[in-house]
């Protein structure tokens, strides 16, 4: 799987929108982003995930670039519940169904 | 659905005990894994099934661990003997193959002492 690359921290108002950026400049063609968070003590959780397509649901909206090279994870009105570690997870599927964590990026919203 | 369910929620248990967590799948789901994590090491995957087959056990740390499905909704994690150095804490996930992501337990804390 593709290595990506998230800044280790951000810091977002309240109610305003959350921009976590994530490079994967060595995705292949068959490799989906996948993007989840952990909350302090709590189990990681799944956000969303896109091969090309942008794409959206009740949680966050995902940017992909034309070239696949970049994303960005949308958090459009950021909440202080928000506060957590946002992992990018570069991924091909199929039969190998593993994924591998990095450091991610913690997100802070302040009030 | 009541999601993947761990227990116990917390263990301490002293050095060389044997140590059993537990995980219970999402009903439907046919891929479990199992990580471990610490602030030194982040969240590393220790194993994963198929169908109740193991598929990769490289991330095991040592023959002190193993870890069985002995049906499709049911799975165990077995440290014996536990040593300090084990303490972390564990979550399984569930997913059904190729199908959306992981859903993750609320994770066994155990502290070795």
């Known amino acids: 799987d593709a290595k990506t690359t998230q800044p280790p921290s951000m810091d977002c108002a309240e109610g305003r929108a959350a921009n976590l950026p994530c490079n994967h400049s060595t995705i292949s063609g068959n490799e989906y982003v996948y993007w989840y968070r952990q909350i302090h003590s709590q189990g990681p959780q799944y956000i969303i995930h896109g091969l090309k397509n942008n794409e959206t649901n009740e949680m966050a909206s995902l940017i992909i670039t034309e070239d696949r090279k970049s994303s960005t994870l949308i958090l459009p009105h950021a909440t202080l519940r928000d506060t957590a570690v946002y992992y990018c997870?570069?991924?091909?599927?199929?039969?190998?169904?593993?994924?591998?964590f990095g450091k991610g990026t913690l997100l802070t919203v302040n009030p | 659905d009541a999601g993947v369910i761990q227990s116990p929620r917390h263990e301490v248990t002293e050095m060389g005990q044997e140590v059993t967590l537990r995980c219970k799948l999402i009903?439907?789901?046919?891929?479990l894994f199992w990580y471990r994590q610490t602030m030194m090491r982040g969240l590393e995957l220790l194993i994963y099934f198929n169908n109740n087959v193991p598929i990769d056990d490289s991330g095991m740390p040592e023959d002190r661990f193993s870890a069985k499905m002995p049906n499709a909704s049911f799975s165990t994690l077995k440290i014996q003997p536990s040593e300090p150095r084990d303490s972390a804490v564990y979550f399984c996930?569930?997913?059904?193959?190729?199908?959306?992501?992981?859903?993750f337990g609320s994770g066994t804390r155990l502290t070795v002492v």
């Open positions: 009903s439907g789901h046919n891929s």
């Open positions: 996930a569930s997913t059904q193959q190729g199908v959306g992501g992981y859903t």
């Open positions: 997870i570069v991924h091909r599927g199929g039969s190998n169904y593993k994924l591998t």
